[in-house]
């Protein structure tokens, strides 16, 4: 979280159940390479996913702090926090390329 990174893209909450103490979190990679994905609040989780695969995890609701990287040294890492309630969310990860 302290170092250079980019934004971590929203999650899309799919589907809502306020009475679920469990957020399902779908992460689909659609880079060329693979991704680990850190979750560290309520539950703390590490989810590796190929390039081109999904992965899906299961969370205790609530706070976290999620990093994201993948295994190419010229690709800036994403950090970020979310809150997550009862239900399903996706979480898709890209990589743009931007000239600077």
């Known amino acids: 979280m302290a170092g250079e990174h ?14 679920a103490h469990v957020a399902e979190i779908e992460i689909t990679n659609q880079t060329s390479y693979t991704l680990t994905v850190l979750f560290a609040g309520p539950t703390s989780r590490r989810a590796t996913v190929p390039s081109q695969r999904e992965q899906r995890l299961a969370l205790a609701t609530g706070a ?26 996706d979480y898709t990860f890209i990589i743009q390329t931007e000239v600077r």
């Open 6 to 19: 980019g934004e971590l893209p929203e999650a899309h909450h799919v589907h809502a159940d306020n009475e």
């Open 64 to 89: 976290y702090n999620i990093a994201a990287e993948v295994n190419a040294p010229d690709v800036e890492p994403f950090a970020g926090s979310d809150s997550f309630e009862g239900g399903v969310y």
